[in-house]
């Protein structure tokens, strides 16, 4: 059991609605990284927050934003959300000091974007 | 760009087979290598990481992987498969600094073991 949470499990929205995702760390972890994984796909990273503050992006345009909170839990944001954002989202945390960064992941948050 | 080909798909083995699953990376830099596993219903987890030291890393249920640093290579093996091993597995990377951090996967690969 990794201890990540997230909710919703699942999630209905509709083309240019905004959506927020959660997600909870596993107690102790200070970095937490967000992924969206399309069917048939790896993890794609959409970015990582250390310490509240946005530490690495990956190639997701700036309506996908996010937010860590002091006690480590987190938000994922996307705006004007289109059909391709169809996807399960991912959350992962990691421990402070971790060489090599491994991630604990959580179950995941399916959004269909109808 | 930074990327993570996983050569192989989809494999089908038979119990007691040996595996060999094919990871290539891209980037110039120091990188720790990653290889996570998803067993049917469960969270992604990890199998094994290099980050340092020994190129060959052993991981948990008995699979292991070799960094090549000059092929740009992590593949993963395991000598004799069992029918638990039914998952998907993915490489990954990570690599950059603070405020440049990435974590990239490749695209997987389906194992399936027939008992």
């Known amino acids: 059991e990794t201890g990540v949470t997230q909710s919703p499990t699942h999630l209905i929205k509709t083309r240019g609605q905004q959506v927020t995702l959660r997600c909870s760390s596993q107690?102790?972890?200070?970095?937490v990284s967000w992924y969206q994984q399309a069917l048939g796909q790896g993890p794609q990273f959409i970015f990582q927050?250390?310490?509240?503050?946005?530490?690495g992006r990956g190639n997701f345009p700036p309506r996908f934003s996010g937010l860590q909170f002091p006690n480590y839990s987190s938000e994922l944001n996307v705006n004007a959300l289109e059909l391709d954002d169809s996807a399960l989202y991912l959350c992962?945390?990691?421990?402070?000091?971790?060489?090599?960064?491994?991630?604990?992941f959580g179950p995941g948050t399916r959004l269909t974007v109808l | 760009a930074q990327s993570v080909s996983q050569h192989n798909h989809h494999v089908i083995l038979s119990e007691a087979a040996s595996l060999e699953l094919g990871c290539n990376y891209s980037?110039?830099?120091?990188?720790?290598l990653f290889w996570y596993v998803q067993y049917p219903g469960q969270h992604l987890q990890l199998l094994l990481k290099?980050?340092?030291?020994?190129?060959l890393v052993k991981g948990i249920k008995g699979f292991e992987a070799e960094f090549i640093k000059s092929k740009f290579s992590f593949n993963l093996r395991k000598p004799s498969v069992q029918w638990s091993d039914t998952a998907e597995y993915f490489c990954?990377?990570?690599?950059?600094?603070?405020?440049?951090?990435?974590?990239?996967f490749g695209t997987g690969t389906r194992l399936k073991v027939l008992a």
């Open positions: 990954a990377v990570n690599a950059g600094t603070s405020g440049t951090y990435k974590y990239i």
């Open positions: 107690s102790g972890h200070n970095t």
């Open positions: 290099y980050f340092s030291g020994d190129p």
């Open positions: 980037y110039g830099g120091t990188v720790n």
């Open positions: 992962a945390s990691s421990l402070p000091g971790d060489r090599g960064d491994t991630q604990y």
């Open positions: 927050y250390y310490r509240e503050e946005e530490n």
